[in-house]
């Protein structure tokens, strides 16, 4: 039980729920005759993973426009901020 977290509670059959969303995060499989208890994930750990996913593409997305273009980057400021990122950046590579 690696992902208990305080507010998490046991169900009636001992699958483990989570405290937020109320989701399992513990289900109860049969394989080849034996019942097993697997991992699963809740809603909140869903997103949680999605919104990283999605931060990590358009950080990449980000890292390969500066791979193609380096020249375009650290000129003038477009008043968005990224001039300072994007300088930094370019540094890096």
């Known amino acids: 039980m690696a992902n208990k977290v305080i507010a998490?509670?046991?169900d009636e059959e001992g699958c483990l729920h989570c405290g937020i969303c109320g989701k399992r995060k513990q289900m109860k499989v049969s394989?080849?005759?034996f019942e097993h208890?697997?991992?699963?994930?809740?809603e909140?750990?869903?997103k949680a993973?999605?919104?990283l996913d999605?931060?990590?593409q358009?950080?990449?997305a980000q890292r390969q426009l500066i791979r193609e273009n380096p020249s375009d980057f650290g000129?003038?400021?477009s008043g968005n901020g990224n001039l300072k990122m994007t300088t930094e950046a370019t540094r890096r590579c």
Do not use: A, I, N, P
């Open 44 to 46: 909140c750990e869903v």
């Open 58 to 60: 358009r950080e990449e």
């Open 54 to 56: 999605e931060k990590m």
């Open 49 to 51: 993973r999605q919104e």
């Open 37 to 42: 208890v697997v991992s699963c994930l809740c």
């Open 8 to 10: 998490d509670y046991l």
């Open 75 to 77: 000129k003038e400021d």
């Open 31 to 33: 394989l080849m005759g």
